[in-house]
């Protein structure tokens, strides 16, 4: 999976729609009712395995979709939204929402807290 994710990525990256990996939001859809529910399951973690911004998993195909060859998976990179934490380098929409920490994440400004 990890591979298919990287090729979609890849290819957006050629087209000049995103530069790093952290600048994309990632969705994934399988017709697959297994895989479709081992992606629910994953999906705290598959930002980190994908080294994206941000990963959603869709309940419908997509219009244009990277497909992958070797399973029932189709990957849609989009840019991601938001500004860029100045410590993760995630993009975010919660950027700029925290008036003690502007420049950070939700995540970051949660463990700068050390909630």
């Known amino acids: 999976m990890r591979e298919d994710v990287l090729k979609a990525l890849e290819l957006k990256r050629e087209a000049g729609l995103i530069g790093s990996s952290l600048e994309a939001a990632v969705r994934l859809y399988s017709r697959d009712a297994g ?5 629910k399951k994953a999906l705290p973690v598959l930002n980190s395995v994908f080294i994206v911004s941000k990963t959603s998993i869709s309940d ?10 070797a399973l029932t998976l189709e990957v849609v990179v989009s840019k991601a939204g938001g500004a860029k934490c100045q410590r993760c380098w995630n993009y975010s929409e919660y950027v700029g929402k925290d008036t003690a920490h502007p420049a ?5 400004v949660t463990i700068l807290k050390g909630e």
């Open 60 to 69: 419908k195909k997509a219009d244009s979709a990277y497909e992958s060859a």
């Open 35 to 39: 895989l479709q529910e081992l992606l």
């Open 104 to 108: 950070l994440c939700d995540r970051c």
